[in-house]
């Protein structure tokens, strides 16, 4: 997505976009009426709080402090001040449209098909943009701001604001959860489903997974530390819940991850299995892993027996991993591994 040039000399373009954004929301909701095109173009490039850091810092520009406090309310401005801190990373639309094309081919695959989705961290709604119109959309937005831009990008879509931690939906109900997960290592309250007290993306994945229906599938994009993490523990958890269709790492560059670069993920699609379903040898190896030789790293041993589906070439760089991609478009790589998993079958029980 391109920025436009900030029109203040002190502001970066990222800053100008979510300003413009901004101004555009309030316009449509002063006027009580659907956004125009060049609107809804406007909206898009809302990047989130957390490309607006700068705001909150003792050194931001005063004109973009001021700017903001007029276009939003003090309660909207403290919540912004709240989420810019959380690792939220948002996808860029041609990874996601590639998402629901596997997705929705999965499932046709089961004589099944996705008529209600769930995007646990919706953002302004990536993943929910992509889906037919017959689907019926619901999403889970933390930051008031961001969720009000995804219901007027999305009018049909059921938009939530809270934490997905807190909010109450039916289990064993959706057809499909995707979306990109918070990658931070934030513990949040949840009775329920986080009584172990786990990190919010394991936390948000196995709450996802009891979400779904028996025969339903998840596409959610994961920080790899959840596939190489030596604590296999939440993996068995999903193992027992899931079944894996296919995992696909991702290059750890900007293209893939549009508002946080150098970020290594995942994208992990699993169907939930059918009643009295169990785990069998046939089904890929996933929950374990193996120490990358030559250092004390380790890495899920999926990718040892698929290393087609790392996006890139994977490297070592003192205590962390990267993926080195020749490709600045991701979405190419992703369309090859998916539809190959899709010939061979992977996760249809």
């Known amino acids: 997505m391109t920025y436009p040039t900030p029109r203040n000399n002190s502001w970066t373009a990222l800053e100008q976009a979510n300003v413009d ?8 909701r002063i006027r ?54 959380l ?23 089961t004589g099944s098909e996705v008529r209600s989705v769930l995007e646990p961290s919706c953002g302004i709604g990536e993943f929910l ?44 109900h959706f057809d499909l959860s995707v979306g990109n997960l918070p990658f931070g290592l934030e513990i949040l ?13 394991e936390h948000f994945l196995l709450k996802a997974t009891r979400l779904v229906r028996p025969g339903g599938l998840l596409a959610l994009i994961v920080p790899h530390r959840l596939l ?13 819940l899931a079944s894996l269709v296919t995992v696909v790492r991702f290059p750890s560059h900007r293209s893939c991850h549009s508002d946080r670069p150098g970020v290594v993920a995942d994208l992990l699609i699993l169907r939930r299995r059918p009643h009295g379903n169990t785990l069998t040898p046939r089904e890929p190896a996933w929950t374990g892993v193996v120490t990358i030789p030559g250092s004390s790293i380790q890495v899920n041993e999926y990718f040892i027996h698929h290393q087609e589906h790392v996006l890139g070439d994977l490297v070592t760089s003192g205590n962390s991993i990267k993926v080195i991609a020749d490709s600045d478009e991701p979405h190419t790589g992703l369309q090859r591994v998916l539809t190959g998993a899709l010939s061979k079958g992977r996760g249809v029980a």
């Open 21 to 28: 954004a901004l101004r555009a929301r309030r316009r449509v």
């Open 32 to 85: 009580d009426d659907k956004a125009t095109g060049e609107e809804t173009a406007t909206l898009r490039r809302w990047a989130g709080w957390g490309t607006m850091r700068r705001l909150f810092a003792p050194d931001s520009p005063e004109s973009l402090l001021r700017t903001v406090q007029t276009l939003v309310t003090n309660e909207e401005l403290d919540a912004g001040s709240r989420t810019a801190a």
């Open 87 to 109: 690792n939220a990373h948002w996808t860029p639309p041609k990874v996601a449209a590639d998402v629901w094309t596997a997705v929705t081919a999965f499932a046709a695959t």
């Open 129 to 172: 943009a992509p889906a037919p119109q017959t689907v019926k959309m619901t999403g889970i937005e933390i930051d008031p701001v961001t969720a009000d831009i995804a219901r007027l990008l999305l009018p049909a879509a059921h938009v939530h604001t809270g934490s997905f931690a807190s909010v109450n939906l039916p289990k064993a």
């Open 189 to 201: 309250t949840d009775q329920e489903y986080n009584s172990d007290r786990l990190p919010v993306a």
């Open 228 to 240: 190489d993490s030596r604590d296999a523990k939440v993996r068995e958890r999903v193992a027992e």
